[in-house]
């Protein structure tokens, strides 16, 4: 069974950083894809970035430049450095997984309906 974890939300101050943590397990296959998504209130469930097994990277153009995503893959974990964070970035950021690679891409992250497991998210918040 796939299991899914987020961690390292919290609150912080406009141009602050996080780091949110995703800890996998049961994801026996060796090639894989995970992205991050966050759904701010009112909002729909948004990709912002991805990285898969052959190490392939892709983001929202909202977040480009200020978020990058990285994978230890020994510890199944992935990664997400958020920096520079604005308001409009407070949301709940959920981590998705699927097991095949090359969902990374602008279209695979318009697609949530098409990661199959999914943690149950962490709340980011930023005060201006």
């Known amino acids: 069974q796939v299991k899914l974890v987020e961690s390292g939300g919290g609150s912080v101050q406009s141009g602050g950083s996080l780091r949110l943590s995703c800890a996998s397990s049961?994801?026996?296959?060796?090639?894989?894809?995970l992205a991050w998504f966050r759904q701010g209130l009112g909002n729909i469930r948004e990709g912002v970035a991805a990285?898969?097994?052959?190490?392939?990277?892709g983001y929202a153009d909202s977040v480009s430049g200020r978020y990058t995503v990285s994978l230890d893959d020994a510890k199944r974990t992935v990664y997400l450095e958020m920096n520079n964070l604005k308001s409009e970035d407070t949301a709940v950021y959920y981590c998705a997984a699927e097991t095949v690679p090359g969902m990374t891409s602008p279209l695979a992250l318009r697609s949530p309906e098409d990661f199959a497991y999914w943690g149950r998210g962490t709340q980011v918040t930023v005060s201006s």
């Open positions: 990285i898969d097994t052959d190490g392939t990277t």
């Open positions: 049961g994801l026996s296959g060796p090639t894989w894809s």
